[in-house]
């Protein structure tokens, strides 16, 4: 991981102004002559800019993402606890943890910040921006504010605003937060109970109804406590605990509310027109969080874009999970013009792809 270091102020759009600004972020390749090879990665609401850590079997040799062909980049996102400035950061006005202080970000502030290392990196074009859930936030938001830098989009499981059903889960996960008082209280160590409650609350939403009955099934028919389920979800719980910090969870379940690229754009529809590049949207037939209806309303009002389905037996954590079925998908877009993209109608030529994976116990 590298790190850059900015001593300028930020301004966030809602005028905050962050004194100073750290962007860590991991490149894999190397940048060609025209510096155009670029595969800019956006990673979801807990990674970070290690790719090959948090998605494996997709950057390597041979592999879709891979150093030999481009130069891929990955950010950790503004408000992260992975290197970038967030609220675990130290505010140099205060010399202290910035922690709930830590002003409201939103998804245009991110693209902002990967504005400027992408600047700094030298990078002319983006060959092609990929982001799924809320890192498919960043990538839409990124191909309409710098149409004229993205020529391919894609997309994955993720949607052109916050809707109130994902808005309920990010406000059930804060109210669970903040019946932590550690968190309340501004603990810089506080919080971590919270923390837990608010990621078993997110699980249900990553996952399916059917995946739950099969790997967390119960073969004692006398059992009447100690459930596997919910075994799962206190040990997911904790993993993350482990790993993330409480006042950024916070921080970027806020940030993911924010998005809706209609704000200040007419509406969702005239923001899309302004999009130039080749676009691929992803959806996931059994995804809970974001139905495929999301990505065919991006897909059907974007000049230039194809919609594609999959079918996994994990839901929204597919896009994770079926490493091998998004390969395929994003290769075989690459392979296409955007002549190839629509009909001689001009309708979308919708496909879909169906694989029922049944790995239990990958959960």
């Not at 109804?209 to 075994?231: G, H, P, R």
């Not at 940030?255 to 690229?261: E, M, P, R, V, Y």
Request: proline fraction near 4%.
């Amino acid at each position: 991981m590298k790190t850059l270091k900015i001593k300028l102020p930020f301004k966030t759009e809602t005028g905050k102004l962050l004194p100073e600004l750290e962007i860590a972020y991991n490149t894999y390749g190397t940048l060609n002559r025209n510096c155009d090879n670029v595969v800019w990665i956006c990673h979801a609401l807990t990674a970070n800019s290690d790719v090959e850590a948090w998605w494996p079997g997709m950057v390597g040799e041979g592999l879709l993402f891979d150093p030999g062909k481009f130069f891929i980049v990955c950010a950790n996102v503004l408000g992260s606890c992975y290197g970038t400035t967030g609220p675990a950061s130290i505010n140099p006005e205060t010399g202290k943890p910035w922690l709930r202080d830590f002003p409201l970000i939103t998804v245009r502030d991110t693209v902002n910040v990967h504005e400027i290392l992408r600047k700094h990196l030298g990078i002319k074009k983006i060959h092609s921006i990929i982001g799924a859930s809320i890192g498919g936030y960043q990538a839409l938001e990124y191909a309409i504010m710098f149409p004229d830098l993205i020529q391919k989009l894609i997309i994955l499981a993720s949607g052109a605003k916050q809707t109130p059903w994902a808005l309920a889960f990010s406000e059930s996960m804060r109210l669970a937060m903040e019946a932590d008082q550690t968190f309340t209280s501004g603990d810089p160590d506080g919080g971590k109970k919270g923390l837990k409650a608010a990621r078993s609350i997110a699980l249900i939403s990553y996952r399916t109804i059917a995946a739950y009955n099969q790997t967390q099934k119960e073969d004692d028919d006398e059992k009447l406590t100690s459930f596997k389920a919910a075994s799962y979800q206190a040990y997911q719980g904790e993993k993350l605990v482990r790993r993330f910090n409480p006042y950024s969870y916070w921080c970027l379940t806020c940030l993911s509310d924010t998005h809706n690229i209609g704000r200040g754009r007419g509406g969702i529809k005239n923001a899309l027109e302004k999009i130039k590049a080749e676009v691929l949207c992803v959806g996931i037939k059994s995804d809970l969080l974001f139905p495929t209806d999301e990505q065919k309303i991006i897909a059907s009002n974007t000049r230039n874009a194809k919609y594609v389905e999959i079918d996994s037996f994990y839901g929204h954590d597919g896009f994770l999970v079926e490493v091998d079925l998004v390969t395929s998908v994003v290769r075989d877009f690459w392979e296409k013009t955007s002549n190839n993209l629509k009909d001689d109608k001009g309708k979308i030529k919708n496909r879909t792809v169906r694989l029922r994976m049944c790995r239990a116990g990958l959960a």
